[in-house]
């Protein structure tokens, strides 16, 4: 049974950084497109970034591009999001998210997403 699983999250002072980390099981993970979602309290679930299968393509919501990156280690099963110059508006729970069957591409919508893990929190204090 495939699985995906968050962790990293945390309290942090903006400006300041953390390192998610979402780990899948499965042999075929190098064949999964993944993404990171975000949860606020009292708002929908939204986009935050995505990275196809082979870790060559890669995007981002405009809200956090150039502090965030997502990034891929095959061998290790596992995705990261490194996010820098964090804002309070950056808080929420976290989701790493995997699709099964993907191309050469991201995917950008909730619906796109096969499995998806519990999420991991994270606070950013003024």
């Known amino acids: 049974q495939v699985q995906v699983v968050e962790s990293g999250g945390g309290l942090v002072q903006a400006g300041g950084s953390l390192r998610l980390s979402c780990a899948a099981s499965?042999?075929?993970?190098?064949?999964?497109?993944m993404g990171w979602f975000r949860q606020a309290p009292g708002k929908e679930r939204e986009f935050v970034a995505a990275?196809?299968?082979?870790?060559?393509?890669?995007h981002y919501e405009d809200s956090v591009k150039g502090r965030f990156t997502i990034s891929r280690d095959n061998a290790k099963n596992l995705i990261y999001l490194q996010m820098n110059s964090l804002k309070p508006e950056d808080t929420a729970v976290y989701y790493c998210?995997?699709?099964?069957?993907?191309?050469?591409?991201?995917?950008?919508?909730?619906?796109?997403?096969?499995?998806w893990g519990q999420g991991t929190q994270v606070t950013v204090s003024s």
């Open positions: 998210a995997a699709r099964f069957y993907s191309g050469s591409y991201y995917y950008t919508r909730l619906t796109e997403y096969d499995l």
């Open positions: 499965g042999r075929t993970f190098s064949t999964y497109a």
């Open positions: 990275i196809s299968r082979s870790g060559d393509n890669t």
